[in-house]
């Protein structure tokens, strides 16, 4: 017996059980999903607060095609005794693999009962333990997505062996428990401690269970509306926000219920809101875990902010249809989960917020994350192949959760919004309560549509990268289109040519203008209805952002639209077209300073608050990283003094909201640094702006960052005056940002070695450690950052590695740092995903030494 196992159910002959490989391979998940089915787990937990051990009890049945020996998979726990079908079995451990031997299984139906003690820590475990500093009060919570079940109990851990559960908590009296289902009845156990057991559930696959325990507390308790759950301490303030989280949530019942056809496909829905919960949320079947700040806002928010919070909520909810109640065979088609919600989501609430223009901010952040991932050598196709699901991890990001949804709104625009909705309703018909793969998804929206999609799908979810879409066109003497052609080309030039539908957009200097469809499938054509037209101001190929793919303006376009683009009316389209400069500049196309210029006169004018904040964000970016340092020097007064004029006299709170965290972004003279301890110190107001917890400690963070001289004192101050919980954690965050070497080294031996600050508190710091004028100090530490990216994928959760890697590749901009990411590519064996993960990251750095070189 192992106290380190890793327990994975196969079919084999035991004398294949020493060359088992670690982790969960795709052929072996394949044969055990061909010999096992009918699952059933009966859990029984033993949670005692300020104890790191869990107990656990298990009763697995499960029906088997032929008596050969079987794998379970359980890591990272100890096994106390092990019996199968009523006989003791001896627990045989090998290469991360326990076997039970054919000699005690059936054909037929098979029980194995197991008392096993797993570990619940602050971070690293699949149970995670924390402790509330308001209050003292402990919570436990698990996280199982992709494989991670196997460290809470021996399991199938592979999707597509959906198993029904019955989980039974033994916790302290005080403490509620939250689960996938219902409570069924309640017990009193021992002293002090009661027994909770909770109804059966459908079939589920392992990371989709899941259970809380603590003394959470439900608000807003209204017969027919979502439960909604929060630790003891949020409690005042989730009563504020709870009606708003479950009427969204209750609305986008109907409305999805509707349009896939199905009903909710599980028997109650609860949210629980979780501290350092490490994504936005995670959509356990019946009851979603959500991150609390997600939720619960720290700083002052603003309308944007609670249509981003809506989202969110739409996003997890439609998971119960989209992962949940159909799931993806294996993770390789994690998009078929991710890349729906995401899509459904946005078209949810476009529905019902039809006045809130939703596609537009669609485009403004979802379509940046994937286009800026899928012009590197690091992309991926958005199916990714996971040979073994302990890289399903890798899986994760920007690709699946941007580009897909991107993908989908092409797909919805080429099938018409019927054939689309209709080929989900089959999808989901025809595998409710079962699993599928893309293949299914696109048989399905054939079948209504009519349409062959085997090209289409081949060249958008087999593919990786994207096209560039360029127009050629001219003008006669007589003020008329004379010939007007469409090109495509690969733009990591792998030589691919998709099928592309776009809208394409003729605009005029009276304000008038027009669209024509073209669709284009090979490398160059002719849109042949716009010959004879009058003359255009400007051309945009990708109007309404139907399409994917990079849209760059022509050189005509692009100066007519520079010199016009102010009085744009339609938001959307002067979004895109705002979108479309900023590419160039990326592309190195366009010099960072004109777009600086442009931006400083025409922002203080926008009146639509995300695009403002897109706009902000981008001069922030063009002068920290793009622009040499003379032309930041040039620009950084009046880009300082626009934001704090903007913040004092906008009409608008959102608008006095949003400049106030500009003015965090691009101060960096004294006299914004003064302005900044003036807010600080409530010597000067933002009118009918009450700032908020995390407001204060951004400014705090901004003075560490930037070196003031009296950034120390204010620190302590603030310390002093928030001493709850979540000031303990932003006092860490914001700490990382001291320009000293002293605390660099110690917080990246923290980071490396630590074990006593959660996962959320190490990933909220990276940011502040590579502040963005402390290149020079955090260098060393980036060599160190690149080593360790192995074991970051070992022990941190979804999302990490690509947190690491951006935030100590993005704090760079030397052609030294460029140097020492080149020479680890090509001197260091890193799995792939890992290699690809960064050259993702190591792209943008790349693109500021061009841009320099380009523009000096």
């Not at 607060?49 to 359980?74: C, I, M, T, Y």
């Not at 476009?350 to 994350?369: C, D, H, M, V």
């Not at 951006?806 to 090509?826: C, K, P, R, T, Y």
Request: net charge negative; glycine share 8%.
């Amino acid at each position: 017996m192992s106290s380190n196992l890793c327990i994975c159910l196969l079919l084999i002959t035991p004398n294949l059980l020493a060359s088992a490989p670690e982790g969960i391979p795709r052929e072996l998940a394949r044969h055990r999903a061909s010999q096992i089915a009918n699952v059933y787990y009966h859990l029984q937990f033993k949670l005692t607060p300020h104890n790191g051990d869990v107990s656990g009890h298990e009763e697995l049945r499960f029906r088997l095609a032929s008596s050969d020996s079987v794998l379970l998979d359980f890591r990272e726990g100890t096994i106390a005794s092990l019996r199968t079908n009523g006989r003791s079995t001896e627990v045989q451990a090998e290469n991360g693999h326990i076997e039970i031997p054919a000699s005690v299984l059936e054909a037929g139906e098979n029980t194995v009962s197991i008392d096993f003690t797993v570990s619940a820590a602050p971070s690293g475990k699949a149970i995670t333990r924390f402790e509330d500093k308001d209050d003292n009060s402990e919570y436990f919570y698990t996280l199982f997505v992709p494989m991670d079940a196997e460290m809470a109990f021996p399991c199938f851990d592979q999707p597509d062996l959906k198993g029904r559960f019955q989980l039974e908590i033994t916790a302290p009296d005080a403490w509620t428990v939250i689960s996938n289902t219902a409570i069924k009845s309640t017990s009193s156990a021992t002293t002090g401690q009661r027994t909770t057991v909770f109804a059966e559930t459908h079939p589920i696959s392992t990371y989709l269970f899941a259970f809380a325990a603590g003394p959470f507390r439900k608000v807003h308790d209204i017969p027919g509306l979502p439960g909604v759950y929060v630790r003891q301490s949020r409690f005042k303030q989730a009563q504020e926000d709870a009606p708003e989280l479950q009427q969204i949530t209750i609305q986008g019942t109907r409305y999805l219920s509707q349009f896939f056809g199905q009903p909710f496909p599980f028997p109650k829905y609860d949210m629980v809101l979780i501290e350092g919960f490490p994504y936005g949320g995670m959509e356990h079947a019946g009851a979603t875990f959500l991150n609390e700040e997600s939720v619960i806002f720290r700083a002052v928010p603003t309308h944007s902010d609670y249509i981003g919070r809506d989202l969110l909520l739409l996003h997890e909810l439609t998971h119960q249809w989209f992962g949940d109640l159909t799931t993806m065979r294996w993770f390789d088609d994690l998009w078929l989960k991710e890349g729906f919600a995401e899509y459904m989501a946005y078209y949810t609430l476009a529905a019902l917020k039809p006045k809130e223009n939703i596609w537009k901010r669609f485009y403004q952040t979802i379509k940046p994350g994937a286009y800026s991932i899928d012009s590197t050598r690091g992309t991926t196709p958005i199916y990714q192949d996971v040979a073994n699901l302990k890289d399903a991890k890798s899986a994760y990001g920007a690709i699946v959760y941007s580009k897909a949804p991107g993908v989908l709104r092409q797909l919805a625009f080429i099938l018409g919004e019927k054939n689309f909705r209709d080929g989900l309703r089959l999808y989901l018909t025809k595998h409710a309560y079962a699993n599928a793969e893309w293949s299914d998804l696109v048989r399905a929206l054939e079948r209504v549509s009519g349409r062959s999609l085997q090209d289409w799908a081949h060249m958008w979810i087999h593919r990786r990268s994207m096209p560039q879409v360029d127009v050629d066109w001219s003008c006669n003497a007589h003020n008329r289109i004379e010939h007007f052609k469409i090109m495509q080309h690969d733009v990591i030039g792998e030589g691919g040519v998709w099928p592309i539908a776009m809208q394409v957009l003729f605009s005029y200097s009276d304000g008038t203008s027009f669209h024509l469809h073209a669709e284009l499938n090979t490398p160059e054509g002719a849109l042949r209805e716009a010959v004879g037209k009058v003359c255009p101001e400007y051309v945009f190929a990708n109007d309404q952002d139907y399409a994917y793919g990079r849209f760059l303006l022509d050189l005509r376009s692009r100066k007519r639209v520079m010199g016009s683009l102010g009085g744009v009316v339609g938001v959307f389209r002067r979004a895109m077209l705002w979108g479309s400069l900023w590419t160039s500049v990326g592309q190195a196309e366009l010099d960072p300073r004109e777009l600086i210029e442009l931006t400083l006169h025409l922002l203080p004018s926008e009146n639509d608050l995300v695009l403002a904040g897109s706009l902000i964000g981008n001069l922030s970016g063009s002068l920290h990283y793009y622009a040499n340092p003379r032309v930041r020097a040039e620009f950084v007064p009046q880009a300082e003094a626009m934001a704090l004029e903007r913040m004092l006299h906008s009409p608008k709170k959102d608008f006095r909201v949003l400049w106030f965290r500009g003015l965090l972004w691009l101060t960096e003279s004294n006299d914004a640094r003064g302005r900044l301890k003036d807010i600080l110190e409530e010597h000067l107001k933002i009118p009918d702006v009450e700032l908020r917890q995390l407001d204060r400690w951004g400014i705090v963070g901004a003075l560490i960052g930037l070196n003031d001289a009296d950034a120390n004192d204010l620190y302590q101050a603030e310390q002093k005056r928030d001493n709850s919980g979540d000031g303990q954690k932003y006092a860490y965050e914001v700490g990382a940002g001291r320009p000293d070497s002293g605390t660099k080294q110690r917080y990246f031996e923290d980071y490396m070695h630590g074990d006593s600050h959660p996962e959320d508190w190490i990933e909220g710091s990276l940011g502040a450690f590579n502040y963005w004028n402390q290149a020079d100090l955090t260098l060393p530490y980036l060599k160190p950052a690149l080593d360790t990216l192995p074991k970051m994928k070992r022990e941190r959760k979804i999302f990490f590695i690509l947190d690491w890697l951006f935030s100590f590749i993005g704090g760079q901009s030397s052609e030294a740092a460029q140097a020492q990411v080149h020479e680890f590519l090509d001197t260091t064996a890193l799995d792939q995903d890992l290699r690809l993960k960064l050259l993702q990251a190591s792209d943008g750095l790349d693109r500021i030494i061009k841009i320099r070189q380009c523009y000096r």
